[in-house]
């Protein structure tokens, strides 16, 4: 199974914050909705099958065992999280700060988006060696995406962290975390929790604007908004 991202033309720029309905082959969905429920160990391929209404013999033919489908799961989500942070990376240019701020947005997007899918990652102590080593080298490769722009920040002044790798590994991790908590009928919406996440991301790395509010981030207002329930009168934006 290939295990680079992929390197198709990215997504057009607007897409990369698009979500449709999750499109996985049955087995797969329902396989992802049982090692939710049950755990990795606690599911069987018959349970599987039983959901699926397909005999233990049929999954068989499409899946060569449940690690196999763990393994195809994480691998799915991975790499449709790097190819929508290289969309918005791309569509931000060579301007570290819009690259740092369009990635955590697209992270924090996909966690809360395909929330079930993201919630998987924590089946990765089940994975076998050669797949938990492919899966690990795709998410190397989404933390030195961000780290790049890290450093590239910190060249140009952008963004003062003196530990940028543990920086970014604690953003990746809060980021990720959302998978956990995020609830679609929330006080929230994925996309207001996204920005929480951008600004809490760059007072991480030390982006001087986290601190004093002056941030160039394209829907500001709408932090504001973030403070206040569903269906509150929304605060006025500086």
Known sequence: MNTEPSQD??????????????????ILLHAMEAFNEHGYHGTSVRDIAGRVGVTVPALYYHYENKQALLATLLETSIKDVLDRCRAAAREAGDDPLARFCGMVESIVLYMAHRQQLAFLDTEI??????????????????????????????VQGVFTT????????SVLVMCQGVANWFREDGPLTAEEVAERHVLLSLGTVGHPGAVTGDLPLPRR?????????RGSAPRTSR
């Not at 102590?125 to 590239?152: F, I, W």
């Open 221 to 229: 207002s709408s932090l504001a908004r973030a403070s206040a329930p």
């Open 9 to 26: 033309p990215p997504p057009p720029a607007e897409r990369w914050r698009s979500y449709g309905p999750l499109d996985l082959h049955p």
């Open 125 to 154: 102590r089940s994975l076998e060696p050669q797949n938990r080593a492919r899966y690990v080298a795709l998410r190397d490769y989404l933390e030195h995406m961000l780290l790049d722009t890290v450093e590239a920040g910190r």
């Open 162 to 169: 003196p530990i940028p790798a543990d920086a970014v590994r």
